[in-house]
């Protein structure tokens, strides 16, 4: 294991290690000798892994075999205590870099959101390579709280974990704790980030007596910054009016990208909001209501369409297990909104005509999807975000 004495200020430490107790004491030992931590997801397969220390350039590493260091590492720039990976679901994962200050902020104004102290447990069953896992893990090293990490999600090792007060999880895991009939109700509040929540999925959530915390962040936030449409104490969320684009100020805002001035300079407004690349709008109470990505937004026939809200009516019919929906060129309409369906029985999957049909009750007509592609399932992330620029393109399925 890596000593303190092994390190020197300045230095990035990349770990691969799975998560567990250790990683509290190794976090803590890092910053204490003026480090920052890049923490690595241990299942990327090797060749991703590799290709994520050649962008990052650590200037030592950490695994199950031992520490190393490396000559070509370019150590953490001034004051950076972490460095975090993005999922990638755009393409090649960014990295990510904050100051403590950052770190402190987002545990602290989480904490008093949600009215928890050091007395309160904490269950971490996300990767703590990604932002969501590691804030639950930094609540022990910077609240003094109890944390339980696991390994890995597992619905029977969650079901025994029955001290935790707060725990964070994403759409996915909490569609596969209802359907084994967890106990959600023991916990003061689920936080749900990492994808959008439907509507669907929260009141099923909320019948099983479970208090719900939709949250609204990216690693480039330092994890959710806004609950339930509100933003947490000192986050300031606007709206460009040009491109309905979400822009978000305070100070959990990240330093920048690793080793990547340009990426950075594009990331921010003149006057230093973050935009995180996300449109919506802000209701007369000033709640935030989230429409998609702004790169996802379908053009067809002079009308815009988010994939998000088909997705959400979509995901109502009875027929449907899962959906995504994504824009592919079309000679008349510009583009036409495909619908991507895992259906909920194989043998008898539904008709582009009863999907269309279906939207056109809840949406307006022209939202409703032009062509149904069939498949067996959807290409998501690790954390369980569609990863859309996955989707069979137009030569790899056949048009209606």
């Not at 606007?238 to 330093?255: H, K, S, V, Y």
């Not at 269309?356 to 069939?374: I, S």
């Amino acid at each position: 294991m890596l000593a303190a004495a092994d390190l020197r200020s300045g230095d990035l430490v990349g770990v691969r290690l799975p998560p567990g107790p250790v990683w509290r004491e190794l976090i803590a030992g890092v910053w204490d000798a003026g480090a920052a931590v890049l923490p690595i997801d241990v299942r990327m397969p090797p060749a991703e892994t590799d290709a994520l220390v050649r962008r990052a350039r650590p200037t030592a590493l950490l695994d199950e075999a031992g520490w190393s260091r490396l000559d070509d590492g370019v150590p953490a720039g001034a004051d950076v205590v972490a460095v975090i990976h993005t999922s990638g679901t755009g393409g090649t994962p960014k990295l990510v870099e904050f100051h403590r200050q950052a770190i402190d902020s987002a545990v602290a104004s989480s904490a008093l959101a949600l009215e928890a102290g050091p007395n309160d447990p904490w269950l971490c069953c996300l990767p703590v390579a990604h932002v969501g896992g590691l804030l639950a893990l930094l609540r022990s090293v910077l609240l003094g709280a109890t944390v339980a990490v696991h390994e890995r999600f597992d619905v029977e090792t969650f079901e025994r974990e029955r001290d935790a007060a707060f725990v964070s999880v994403v759409p996915t895991m909490l569609v596969r704790l209802l359907d084994a009939g967890a106990d959600l109700a023991r916990f003061r509040a689920i936080l749900v980030g990492g994808a959008s929540l439907p509507g669907s999925l929260r009141r099923r959530t909320e019948r099983a007596g479970a208090n719900i915390v939709e949250t609204y962040g990216l690693t480039e936030t330092c994890g959710g910054v806004v609950y339930d449409g509100r933003p947490l104490p000192g986050t300031s969320v606007r709206i460009d009016g040009g491109t309905d684009g979400i822009e978000i100020a305070g100070p959990t805002l990240m330093r920048g990208y690793r080793l990547d001035p340009t990426g950075t300079d594009a990331a921010f407004t003149r006057d230093g909001w973050l935009r995180p690349g996300d449109a919506g709008w802000l209701d007369d109470d000033g709640r935030l209501h989230v429409i998609g990505r702004l790169d996802d937004l379908i053009e067809s026939g002079g009308e815009k369409v988010w994939p998000q809200e088909v997705e959400a009516a979509l995901s109502t019919h009875a027929a449907v297990a899962e959906v995504a929906v994504a824009g592919r060129a079309d000679r008349e309409w510009g583009q036409r909104v495909v619908a991507f369906v895992v259906p909920a029985d194989r043998s008898d999957p539904p008709t582009l005509d009863e999907l269309r049909d279906h939207v056109g009750a809840r949406l307006a007509r022209f939202k409703a999807p032009h062509q149904l592609v069939l498949v067996d399932r959807l290409p998501r992330t690790p954390l369980g975000k569609v990863r859309r620029n996955a989707l069979p393109r137009p030569q790899d399925v056949p048009a209606e």
